[in-house]
């Protein structure tokens, strides 16, 4: 089993900048794919980043890919994500979430492919 717990949500002004974190335990060498996905109210969740744990490829959707950075430090076991130039729209609840089972860049940007979640942290945007 792995357990993910992210931190670093909160209230940001437009223009700002956040850092999440996701601290994974657990059987996490299993892990072949790290994403951040978020959820807007009344909207599906949507991918933000994701990154490959063995090599450091990184993948972003449009909306954030020149405004964000994904990371990660496998000593401890946590990947971040920086989120600059913050929008309202950005707005919404952000999880981590680890896969396990699939490899292959087509496999890495859909919520499916994952198969441990975290709790999710809340992020608001004020304009």
């Known amino acids: 089993q792995v357990q993910l717990v992210e931190s670093g949500g909160g209230l940001v002004q437009a223009g700002g900048s956040l850092r999440l974190s996701c601290a994974a335990s657990g059987r996490t060498f299993t892990s072949i794919s790290m994403g951040w996905f978020r959820q807007a109210p009344g909207k599906e969740r949507e991918f933000v980043a994701a990154i490959i744990v063995n090599g450091g490829i990184a993948i972003y959707a449009d909306s954030v890919k020149a405004r964000s950075t994904i990371s990660r430090d496998n000593a401890k076991n946590t990947v971040y994500l920086q989120m600059n130039s913050l929008k309202p729209e950005d707005t919404a609840v952000y999880y981590c979430?680890?896969?396990?089972?699939?490899?292959?860049?087509?496999?890495?940007?859909?919520?499916?492919?994952?198969?441990?979640w975290g709790q999710g942290t809340q992020v608001t945007v004020s304009s």
């Open positions: 979430a680890l896969n396990s089972r699939y490899s292959g860049v087509n496999y890495y940007t859909k919520s499916a492919t994952y198969d441990y």
